[in-house]
């Protein structure tokens, strides 16, 4: 008999922890190694957040609370929907978790049963899948390349609607390519869902502030959409709060009850003292995030202007989040000294090992011809990493 169970044999490690930890062993043997695969914010939480942090310690906030948080944390979160997004809740619709990733998980597994499709736009965040596949779901993935911005079209998402799909998930902006879609174009994918209400739409908008082009639009804010919307947000990426841990949910009050019954087997709530931070995070200042937004877009034209004189690449201007996703089958085929370039992995393995860069697999994003980079780290080092990426990748002949 088998010790472990075929749910996590057959789980995939995320290949972006993974190319973080091979970054680690090189640089533990004294390898200058840049790493350029991990999508964390490099700057402090905002002050005020930090302050506010104090001083519930301070308070005494060190008990269980509500699984699905305090109730004026949830109710923070209300106000900030409203505020930014037009959205309309009330606090029994929010659900605080330990990160928006167990924020999406929390919705799969209570959505999701056996069998049950679920349309995911490829390319896609690299916990879908799994999250997917431990939900015992099936994923119906909908390819978009580099030509169309990396952005699936109402047409694409109509032909893969079957009788039993029951989500769809997708993140704006985008993590791995950093697309932003349009007002326009979510108004395109909601007129499709419109014929199709039984569907639940699952919207990943963690990079909500780190956008370059205007402002955010949320597909549940697009007609009756609300009402089958659930909005997956958190503090990680604007707040620079990777640490803390606290997503949430906004979702019709069925989905949202569900997940505090689920959650409550789980985790419980998320951490008394991270949710005190998280009122002053939603509702203070927002002057630290638009600042670390405008050093993302200088970064974002730093490594495009890099790699835009690497002959072979092919990028679009990803116009949120802090990732660039260059097409690299140009370099399929390619050889330098025993390295054999046959794939992505195989560009990634070399980039890192010979160029002292750690960038991400496409693979893992299943988008197999290309690679992520994240500009989430100093001026400095983005430059010296593209200078030794024109160098390695040069050198392949």
Same mark, same amino acid.
């Given at each position: 008999?088998?010790?472990?169970?075929?749910?996590?044999?057959?789980?995939?490690?995320?290949?972006?922890?993974?190319?973080?930890?091979?970054?680690?062993?090189?640089?533990?043997?004294?390898?200058?190694?840049?790493?350029?695969?991990?999508?964390?914010?490099?700057?402090?939480?905002?002050?005020?957040?930090?302050?506010?942090?104090?001083?519930?310690?301070?308070?005494?906030?060190?008990?269980?609370?509500?699984?699905?948080?305090?109730?004026?944390?949830?109710?923070?979160?209300?106000?900030?929907?409203?505020?930014?997004?037009?959205?309309? =809740?009330?606090?029994?619709?929010?659900?605080?978790?330990?990160?928006?990733?167990?924020?999406?998980?929390?919705?799969?597994?209570?959505?999701?049963?056996?069998?049950?499709?679920?349309?995911?736009?490829?390319? =896609?965040?690299?916990?879908?899948?799994?999250?997917?596949?431990?939900?015992?779901?099936?994923?119906?993935?909908?390819?978009?390349?580099?030509?169309?911005?990396?952005?699936?079209?109402?047409?694409?998402?109509?032909?893969?609607?079957?009788?039993?799909?029951?989500?769809?998930?997708?993140?704006?902006?985008?993590?791995?390519?950093?697309?932003?879609?349009?007002?326009?174009?979510?108004?395109?994918?909601?007129?499709?869902?419109?014929?199709?209400?039984?569907?639940?739409?699952?919207?990943?908008?963690? =990079?909500?502030?780190?956008?370059?082009?205007?402002?955010?639009?949320?597909?549940?804010?697009?007609?009756?959409?609300?009402?089958?919307?659930?909005?997956?947000?958190?503090?990680?990426?604007?707040?620079?709060?990777?640490?803390?841990?606290?997503?949430?949910?906004?979702?019709?009050?069925?989905?949202?009850?569900?997940?505090?019954?689920?959650?409550?087997?789980?985790?419980?709530?998320?951490?008394?003292?991270?949710?005190?931070?998280?009122?002053?995070?939603?509702?203070?200042?927002?002057?630290?995030?638009?600042?670390?937004?405008?050093?993302?877009?200088?970064?974002?034209?730093?490594?495009?202007?890099?790699?835009?004189?690497?002959?072979?690449?092919?990028?679009?201007?990803?116009?949120?989040?802090?990732?660039?996703?260059?097409?690299?089958?140009?370099?399929?085929?390619?050889?330098?000294?025993?390295?054999?370039?046959?794939?992505?992995?195989?560009?990634?393995?070399?980039?890192?090992?010979?160029?002292?860069?750690?960038?991400?697999?496409?693979?893992?994003?299943?988008?197999?011809?290309?690679?992520?980079?994240? =500009?989430?780290?100093?001026?400095?080092?983005?430059?010296?990493?593209?200078?030794?990426?024109?160098?390695?990748?040069?050198?392949?002949?």
């Amino acid at each position: 008999m088998d010790l472990l169970s075929k749910r996590i044999t057959e789980l995939t490690e995320s290949q972006t922890l993974a190319m973080a930890a091979r970054s680690r062993e090189l640089a533990a043997k004294g390898i200058d190694v840049i790493n350029l695969s991990l999508g964390e914010p490099d700057f402090l939480t905002p002050e005020h957040v930090r302050e506010a942090a104090k001083l519930a310690i301070d308070q005494g906030f060190s008990f269980y609370t509500p699984v699905a948080g305090y109730a004026d944390t949830r109710e923070a979160v209300v106000q900030k929907l409203a505020r930014d997004n037009g959205l309309q =809740y009330t606090a029994d619709q929010i659900v605080t978790s330990t990160g928006a990733k167990q924020s999406i998980i929390n919705v799969l597994l209570c959505l999701l049963n056996p069998g049950d499709e679920i349309i995911i736009p490829t390319p =896609y965040w690299v916990s879908y899948l799994s999250m997917v596949q431990l939900a015992e779901g099936k994923a119906i993935l909908v390819p978009a390349g580099v030509e169309q911005d990396f952005k699936i079209t109402p047409a694409q998402l109509e032909a893969a609607i079957t009788p039993k799909t029951k989500a769809f998930l997708f993140s704006s902006p985008c993590n791995p390519t950093g697309s932003v879609y349009t007002k326009e174009e979510l108004e395109g994918l909601a007129a499709v869902f419109s014929r199709y209400p039984h569907i639940t739409v699952i919207s990943d908008e963690i =990079y909500e502030y780190i956008n370059f082009d205007g402002q955010h639009h949320s597909i549940a804010a697009i007609g009756d959409m609300i009402e089958r919307t659930v909005v997956v947000n958190g503090l990680s990426k604007g707040f620079a709060m990777t640490g803390w841990r606290f997503g949430y949910i906004a979702a019709p009050l069925e989905i949202a009850k569900a997940c505090v019954k689920l959650q409550g087997q789980f985790t419980s709530a998320t951490s008394s003292i991270t949710q005190r931070a998280a009122i002053a995070a939603l509702t203070g200042d927002l002057a630290p995030t638009f600042e670390m937004r405008e050093a993302f877009r200088r970064r974002r034209k730093l490594v495009l202007d890099g790699l835009n004189k690497i002959p072979g690449l092919r990028c679009n201007q990803p116009t949120g989040a802090f990732y660039v996703f260059p097409e690299v089958s140009g370099f399929f085929g390619k050889k330098y000294g025993t390295y054999n370039i046959q794939n992505a992995d195989d560009l990634a393995t070399y980039l890192l090992v010979e160029g002292h860069v750690a960038v991400v697999t496409g693979e893992a994003f299943g988008a197999p011809n290309c690679i992520r980079l994240s =500009y989430a780290t100093s001026d400095q080092k983005l430059e010296t990493a593209m200078e030794r990426m024109q160098k390695a990748l040069g050198n392949l002949q």
